[in-house]
């Protein structure tokens, strides 16, 4: 019987100690390769596209603030905007375009949270898979649509809740509710998607401790995802203060420094959409000056992304 072991363990085939170590190097494979060049040149074109606009930009207005009798302090503090008469004080554009993006927000926001807690929170998931795909449409619907829903049928109807004599035929109060509208989708897809994201078991937690379904999507799941908010939210504010043709055909064509939101006033963004429908010559006054107000846009958007990173990263809960 010990023969049989012993020949059989000499039988079996031992491991040499010179072979060859395995190969743990990465493998090249060429579609990964090109997959990554490829993602890589898009990201490279996306930052060249974006230095260059602030590079045009920045050329235009330095064309705009060159000139002797406009000066950088007169640009952005004097009330008067009249290109006619050499006074380029952009506060009216600027103060315009902030009461329709306030007005925007004061309807937006609580719609785009309610919908979101609603789809989050409350909605089956059969409910949640027809109201979202619905929500969203209103987003792909093209803005100018939207101007002319705004003449046709919410300045009349502010008219026969206020007055023909209060509200005028333009206004920036028609224009911010239906920017509101515009964005409603957008704040609400996001901070759905921030309120769907916190873990289950939180909910649990707060079920198992006797908590209604609202006490804890209002004081559990929408404090745990109030970075993704408040994100969706500031996201909401730079879509208000972009928007252009809402505001070109509801807001007015005449630059206004007023608060009251049913007179008319001209914003930024319908300034530029008027200037540069080609009736002002090219390397004029007048046509740098879209520049320069383009530029403050760019400016105020890019505070508003850096406030939103900074937000994410101040109150972004890590759960493990």
């Excluded at 315009?96 to 909605?123: D, F, H, K, R, W």
């Amino acid at each position: 019987m010990e023969e049989q072991i012993s020949t059989s363990a000499q039988s079996r085939p031992v491991a040499s100690a010179t072979a060859a170590p395995l190969d743990l190097r990465k493998q090249p494979r060429l579609g990964e390769a090109a997959i990554q060049g490829l993602l890589f040149i898009c990201g490279i074109v996306s930052i060249f596209t974006t230095l260059g606009i602030v590079y045009v930009l920045g050329q235009e207005s330095l064309l705009f603030f060159g000139l002797d009798e406009i000066t950088i302090t007169e640009f952005l503090t004097s009330t008067e905007w009249r290109p006619e008469t050499g006074s380029y004080g952009v506060l009216p554009l600027v103060n315009a375009t902030l009461v329709v993006s306030v007005i925007a927000m004061v309807i937006a926001i609580p719609i785009g949270l309610g919908s979101a807690l609603y789809l989050s929170e409350y909605a089956s998931p059969r409910v949640r898979g027809i109201l979202k795909p619905v929500l969203e449409i209103l987003a792909g619907v093209p803005t100018v649509v939207y101007g002319y829903f705004a003449i046709t049928f919410m300045t009349p109807l502010l008219m026969s809740i206020f007055g023909r004599e209060t509200v005028s035929f333009q206004n920036t109060a028609s224009a911010g509710i239906v920017v509101g509208i515009l964005i409603i989708p957008l704040i609400a897809s996001l901070s759905e998607d921030a309120l769907s994201a916190v873990p289950q078991s939180l909910r649990q937690a707060a079920y198992g401790l006797g908590s209604t379904r609202f006490e804890t999507a209002t004081k559990i799941v929408f404090p745990a995802a109030l970075s993704g908010v408040i994100s969706a939210c500031i996201i909401g504010i730079s879509r208000a203060i972009g928007e252009t043709m809402i505001v070109a055909l509801a807001a007015g064509s005449g630059p206004a420094f007023t608060y009251d939101p049913f007179q008319a006033a001209e914003t930024m963004t319908g300034y530029i959409a008027r200037i540069s429908g080609g009736d002002i010559s090219y390397n004029t006054p007048d046509y740098n000056s879209i520049f320069a107000i383009g530029l403050l846009l760019f400016l105020i958007t890019l505070t508003l992304n850096i406030i939103s990173r900074f937000v994410v990263r101040r109150f972004r809960e890590v759960y493990e």
